[in-house]
Every structure is written in C-alpha cells, then in structure tokens.
C-alpha cells in the first residue's frame, strides 16, 4: 500500500489549480441514470472515488468513458437502457455516496434493490432520510437482509419532504429522484450547500424543473423525462479550503485557482483571525504568512455556511501550532476527530472530549510515522508534516486518492518536499 513522506520546512510559494469537487461530481454522475441522452460532465475530478461511481454505473448500463477536453478532464456518461437496478454489498460498502443510485433507478425504472452502506469510520451515518424522502415520493420501501428494496410501479408522484435535520446526501437524493416523479413536490429544511445548486443547475440543463437550491426551501415540479447535457463540475470548495490551510500552516505565498473564494468564507474569517493574509480574485485567491506565530481561534463545526467539518481536521492541524488554546467543536458527525492522536505523534498538544477537543499550541512539531483513518483526517496529517521538523510518513494513503487529485505533485509544484512511496509496508 502506497505511503506519503513529506520532509517539513519548505514554504509553499506558486499556483495551485483547484480541481472540480469530488462530492458534486458523484451526484452529477448518478444523474445520468435519468435520462438515456449522453450527460457530458467537464472540470471532471480524476479520483479514486469517480472511478469507482463509474464502475457502478457501468454494471448498471451506464457507458462511461473519460477524455481530455479543451478545458479539462471530462466525462460522458450515457444510460440508453437500465441493464441492472441492483446495487451490490460489495460496490456501496466501499463508497457510501454510491447509495444515491437508489432514487434515480427508481425514477426511471419503477425499482431498485440497493445495499445499506453499513458502517462508517466517521460515526454511524444512518440512510433514515434519504428513505423518508423517497417514501414521501410514493415509493414502498422494504429492509431485508441488509438491503433496501424499492418499488414504485406506477412511478414516483411528487410530494411534501421535510426534513428534520439538514443532510446533503439526502437533500441530492430527494432531488434526483423527484425531477422524473408525477407532479410537484417541495423539500424543506433543506441542506444548503453550494453542491444543492450545482446539481439542480445540471438538472435544470437536462429539462428538469427545480427552483430554490442553495436555500432552505427546494421546489420541484416533474417532468416526464430528461434529456443530455453538458455542466462543467463546480471547483472543490474542501480541496481549495485544505490547501489554503496547507499554505497558512507550512508559511509562505500561495494563489490557489480555478475556485472560488466564496464557498469557503467561513474558514477565510477563522484564518483572518488567526493571523493569515488572504486576497480574493475573480478566479481564486492568495493566502500568504510570513513567519509571525498565528494565534488560536475556536471553531464549532455547522452546516452550510457554517464551517466545513470536512475542514475541521485540517484546521486543527493548523491550530497545533498557533498560540494559546484553540476549542474545536465537530457537531455534524460522531468520532470525527480520529486524526487528533495521530497529530499528536507529532507532537502537538490536544485533548478530546465527546465532541469537543481542545488544541493547546506548541513551538513546533515533529516528524514521525503516522496513520490516515479517514479522508480529511489523513490531509490533515500531511498539512501537519508540512510544518514539521524532519520526516512525516502517512501510512494507509487511499484514503487520500478517495479525494484529492494529484496532491503530491501539486504541493511539490509549490516547493513541498513530498513524495510517494509505492506499494512500501504500512502498518495494517
Ligand atoms: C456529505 C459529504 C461529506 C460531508 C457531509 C456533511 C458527500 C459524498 N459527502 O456527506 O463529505 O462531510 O455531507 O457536510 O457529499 N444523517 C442521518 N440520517 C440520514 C442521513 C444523514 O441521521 O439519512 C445524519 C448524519 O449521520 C450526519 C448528518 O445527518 O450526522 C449530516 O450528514 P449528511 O449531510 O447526510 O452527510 P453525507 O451526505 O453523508
């Protein structure tokens, strides 16, 4: 298994090119369930996790095939027929997002058997609204044996969905399976998150009828069937957050581009406190720090526009080193802080509590071998390397390439010292 050693000191001075956001490129794919017209997706990410949605869609009917475009990786997925509506153990285990082919199959074909992801590292992460969502839609709902079989015979019809606590994943499933149901339907207490839009905006391009996304109210009014399209993916809004930390922590000047220095506005206040320069452009920003010691701030994680708990363990890497005590607050997911002993190898100063953990800033930190547990954990552990005295091993990287393109080569483009190792021991 492939491991990451990074030798910490470097600043980080250059450009760094966002990539299109993995967590939208996912649901965009599904929706190509939807229609049997090619959807072609552009600013594609290439990771671990697309191509792993692929090869579902594949086993699904789904012809999936990847170039170079003029502007990027692209995508074009075409479902001319629905070969299969079974999603297997073994294929959504792997990646708990590949659950959201449950609500298009239905759409489209009136069925669907879809495993239950199971367990997850970061807490329980149970699938009760996206089910809830797809009942208010008509559908009938059946658990057996760990699978959920769906059946809706005479198609979905559109319906009231109020959600009681805010959800990405079941808020994207409520939308890809009611743009095809009979009639019209309404989300409340929608999750707000800027990946709502992207995906109603290519719904919208593909003929359906969705108005709201981006807010807490979603409407959406049938349609009988869809059509092709082409959307370009949305900048990764966590990977443009991780790599302005990554600049804050390891010092220097970074312009990170092709993004958008909106979706992240909440991290950008928290880094202003805490000492770092940032300047907005049209197509990205700059994140810049000059030696000064940064100072600890306190952070409560929250849904869209709240901070990011997909940035929360890479900004408790950076509070390692800030002065003072740092208070951190993970409040969408249990057991996220996994990443908080591993940064302590490297000497940083943090006790956990239930869903507190509180980050008392050392002088500096120090090389060593380390594990990633989960996708944001294990970035966190290479900002922490960044900055640390000697050499940092990430042992179990695919986590990393679950999420992030590229990532070595592009912080060694900025002057990291970093490189992978390929197939070495891990410590398993
Ligand atoms: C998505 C993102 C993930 C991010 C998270 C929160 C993708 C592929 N993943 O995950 O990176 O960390 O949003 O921003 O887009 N919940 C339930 N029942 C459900 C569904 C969720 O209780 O049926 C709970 C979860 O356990 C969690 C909370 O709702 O406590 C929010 O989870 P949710 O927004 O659904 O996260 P995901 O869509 O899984």
């Given at each position: 298994m492939d491991r990451i050693a990074i030798i910490g000191g470097a600043r980080l001075e250059g450009e760094i090119p966002i990539s299109g956001a993995k967590n939208s490129a996912i649901k965009l794919m599904a929706a190509s369930l939807l229609t049997d017209e090619p959807l072609r997706l552009t600013n594609m990410p290439r990771l671990a996790d697309t191509r792993f949605l692929g090869k579902l869609l594949q086993r699904l009917g789904t012809e999936v095939s990847e170039s170079e475009g003029a502007d990027g990786p692209e995508t074009l997925l075409q479902t001319?027929?629905?070969?299969?509506t079974i999603a297997p153990y073994d294929l959504v285990r792997q990646m708990r997002?590949?659950?959201?082919?449950l609500g298009p199959l239905l759409a489209r074909t009136g069925q669907a058997k879809v495993s239950l992801p199971g367990g997850c590292t970061i807490g329980a992460r149970p699938v009760d609204l996206h089910l809830q969502a797809l009942e208010a839609l008509g559908a009938r709902i059946d658990l057996h044996e760990g699978y959920v079989y769906a059946q809706a015979p005479r198609g979905l019809r559109g319906g009231r969905i109020d959600f009681p606590i805010n959800s990405v994943g079941a808020t994207e499933h409520a939308m890809l399976a009611a743009v095809l149901a009979e009639g019209d339907s309404e989300i409340t207490n929608a999750a707000r998150e800027p990946e709502m839009v992207d995906l109603a905006e290519c719904l919208n391009k593909m003929g359906a009828k969705v108005s709201g996304?981006?807010?807490s109210t979603i409407q959406i009014q049938g349609v009988s069937r869809l059509s092709g399209a082409t959307h370009a993916v949305m900048p990764d809004r966590i990977e443009t957050g991780t790599y302005a930390v990554a600049a804050a922590m390891a010092g220097g000047e970074v312009r990170l581009t092709r993004t958008r220095s909106d979706f992240i506005e909440t991290l950008l206040d928290k880094m202003g406190e805490a000492g770092v320069e940032v300047t907005l452009h049209n197509d990205g920003l700059t994140v810049k720090r000059n030696g000064a010691r940064l100072r600890a701030v306190e952070i409560d994680t929250a849904p869209?526009?709240?901070?990011?708990t997909d940035l929360q363990a890479q900004f408790m890497a950076l509070m390692t080193l800030a002065e003072g005590e740092s208070v951190i607050r993970e409040?969408?997911?249990?057991?996220?802080?996994?990443h908080a002993p591993e940064l302590s190898r490297l000497g940083a100063d943090i006790t956990v509590s239930g869903g507190e953990a509180r980050v008392r800033g050392v002088e500096s930190l120090e090389g060593a071998q380390v594990m990633a547990t989960d996708l944001r954990a294990s970035v966190s552990l290479v900002i922490a390397g960044l900055a640390g005295r000697g050499e940092t091993m990430v042992n179990r990287v695919y986590h990393l390439d679950r999420g992030f393109e590229r990532l070595e080569e592009k912080l060694s483009a900025c002057g990291a010292q970093i490189r992978r190792i390929k197939g070495g021991d891990d410590e398993e």
């Open positions: 001319r027929e629905i070969i299969s997002a590949s659950f959201n082919v996304a981006g807010t869209y526009p709240g901070f990011a409040t969408i997911f249990e057991n996220r802080f996994m």
